[in-house]
């Protein structure tokens, strides 16, 4: 019987090479010989610290080529063996208002949080038959609800491999902040969800951009200039506050992003500090439970709203595609990395800065 490679976190940090027998696929599933799968911050996250004690096979960032497809499948769904797909990480239900939305993000069918058969690649447990849900593995299943978007010609898997954190970018800085033409833009973090928003905040017309790191994030800042970001700060070596009011002219920025990792409370300090007199916009990633001190007077007073950093709906993934498909932008310089099934571990690691040097995305690709 022919048996799938994957690589599966058994446990926190730790990564063994498993194989699973190749999933009879009935008329209203596929089968996805995977290209690449996509490592980012929230994989280094659940890597060291996974949600549960279940085998998973990790990866939701997945790109790769539908291998088998029930006729029920390609009926209803329009894709056929041979076409190259992005498929998204949540798993859908397909009856609820969210689902309806494409908002596939907010479906209960695929929260993990608070439903324990809750689908979503990269997150379910290898136990759950027929145990394919990862990216770092040879082939993913892919079920009737699964939620799939047709890679555009031309995009190379690699550069699909963008696709998430692009997708992000449109969710985040134009849907959430409202960043567009004219926007004077602060992104904090380099990483490559920082990069994907400098692009799309370039491509929506900002007229400033401005893009904070640490000093370990050197040549990921000269990246972010080259892809448009107008001013950089090393938050190491300047006073980034002082820094954007001397750009601004006193006036502040219109939106913050947050896309740094493990910063604490002092990206929602910064953002708030530097919004505009009145108006601003925030978008924050939730990494802590709880933030002491939280700045409740100034932020009121300041008219400031803020947006929850959280995945993407359908809509962003495919203006994302479109993205990535004009070309218009030197992407390449955001793909740095290549890694095999084998070293899942030290791409993951890489990634979170403790592997190999500057990695700035990561392709895992399973043949490899
Ligand atoms: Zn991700
Ligand atoms: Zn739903």
Request: proline share 5%; with cysteine; net charge neutral.
């Amino acid at each position: 019987m022919e048996k799938v490679l994957a690589a599966v976190r058994v446990g926190p940090s730790r990564t063994e090479l498993r194989e699973y027998p190749m999933p009879e696929i009935k008329e209203d599933a596929a089968l996805m010989k995977m290209e690449v799968a996509g490592i980012c911050g929230t994989d280094v996250k659940l890597y060291a610290h996974p949600p549960n004690d279940k085998p998973t096979i990790m990866g939701h960032e997945n790109i790769g080529v539908i291998a088998k497809a029930g006729r029920e499948f390609t009926r209803r769904k329009g894709f056929k063996e041979g076409d190259l797909v992005f498929v998204e990480h949540y798993v859908m239900c397909g009856k609820c208002e969210w689902c309806h939305l494409g908002q596939y993000r907010h479906c209960e069918n695929t929260n993990w949080r608070t439903n324990p058969d809750a689908i979503r690649y990269g997150y379910t447990s290898d136990e759950k038959p027929p145990h394919l849900w990862g990216g770092f593995a040879q082939y993913v299943y892919l079920p009737w609800n699964a939620v799939v978007h047709h890679v555009p010609q031309g995009v190379t898997p690699e550069l699909a491999g963008l696709v998430t954190p692009m997708a992000n970018g449109v969710e985040w800085s134009l849907f959430d902040g409202g960043v567009g033409y004219d926007s004077r833009v602060l992104i904090q973090g380099p990483g490559q969800q920082g990069l994907s928003q400098t692009v799309i905040c370039k491509q929506a017309g900002a007229s400033l951009i401005i893009v904070t790191g640490t000093s370990k994030d050197a040549a990921r800042m000269k990246v972010a200039k080259e892809l448009g970001a107008d001013h950089v700060i090393d938050v190491e070596k300047e006073d980034p506050l002082a820094r954007i009011m001397d750009i601004t002219g006193g006036k502040g920025v219109d939106v913050a992003l947050d896309c740094t990792a493990g910063a604490g409370t002092i990206p929602i300090l910064l953002g708030i500090e530097a919004l505009k007199r009145k108006g601003g916009v925030i978008v924050a990633q939730g990494e802590m439970a709880a933030f002491p001190n939280f700045p409740l007077e100034k932020f009121t007073v300041k008219f400031i709203t803020m947006k929850s950093a959280r995945g993407h709906s359908f809509k962003a993934c495919e203006l994302a595609l479109a993205q990535l498909a004009s070309k218009r932008f030197p992407l390449e310089k955001i793909t740095t990395h290549r890694f095999g099934l084998k070293d899942v571990d030290l791409a993951i690691r890489s990634v979170g800065g403790k592997g190999v040097a500057d990695v700035i995305h990561a392709s895992l690709m399973p043949w490899e």
